[in-house]
């Protein structure tokens, strides 16, 4: 079986996706595969949750009980490695991640990026698209590199950025798209592993 492990920092939605993707499209019998941990960096996260109420195995590696990022990330490794996973998806997990982290999980790592890369990566990506003016927003499934919001496109879709957009109407409208791509590139990506 080919584990997936999810980590999040908030709300979760995009790993919601996954998961009900997973469960709806019978991952286990047709891809061999399942999320099989959803762990995130802060206690409070909702999709823990929610997570737990689809009977996923949870975990927390709270940053802030680590005296740095290497304790943390060594802590976090750990509690990713007890599910030996094919995949390790990125889904709104708010930590910056060293290079040591990203080399550990070579050609595994993904995440999800809201702006249509390379274009606006880093922070407040919708009220910068807003900001210049841009016509399309969007998002973008990537593979995890040593530098931030680069590596490898996997799949990507636009919307239009509307008349009278605040960054509130642009990120709704860009994540029901997250919704439908992230779950896709990875179904994509296990079938060829
Ligand atoms: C998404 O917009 C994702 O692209 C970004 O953070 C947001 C997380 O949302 N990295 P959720 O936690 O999946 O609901």
């Not at 990120?171 to 990875?186: G, K, N, S």
């Amino acid at each position: 079986m080919k584990n997936i492990v999810i980590l999040i920092s908030g709300s979760g939605s995009n790993m919601a996706a996954i998961v009900r993707a997973a469960g709806r499209q019978r991952w286990a019998e047709r891809l061999n595969a399942r999320v099989a941990a959803v762990i995130s960096n802060r206690p409070d996260a909702r999709g823990l949750q929610l997570a737990a109420n689809a009977g996923i195995a949870t975990a927390v590696v709270d940053h802030k009980s680590f005296a740095g990022r290497e304790p943390f990330e060594a802590a976090l490794m750990q509690a990713i490695d007890a599910h030996a996973p094919a995949l390790v998806a990125l889904a709104g997990f708010m930590r910056i991640l060293t290079p040591g982290f990203v080399a550990h999980y070579a050609g595994r790592l993904l995440n999800i990026h809201p702006s249509l890369l390379p274009a606006f990566a880093g922070l407040h990506t919708h009220q910068r698209a807003i900001d210049e003016g841009c016509k399309l927003a969007g998002a973008t499934v990537h593979r995890v590199t040593a530098e931030l919001d680069h590596g490898d496109i996997l799949a990507q879709a636009a919307v239009p950025v509307l008349p009278g957009d605040t960054a509130e109407t642009l990120a709704a409208r860009v994540l029901t798209q997250e919704h439908l791509i992230y779950p896709r590139a990875i179904a994509d990506l296990l079938r060829t592993l």
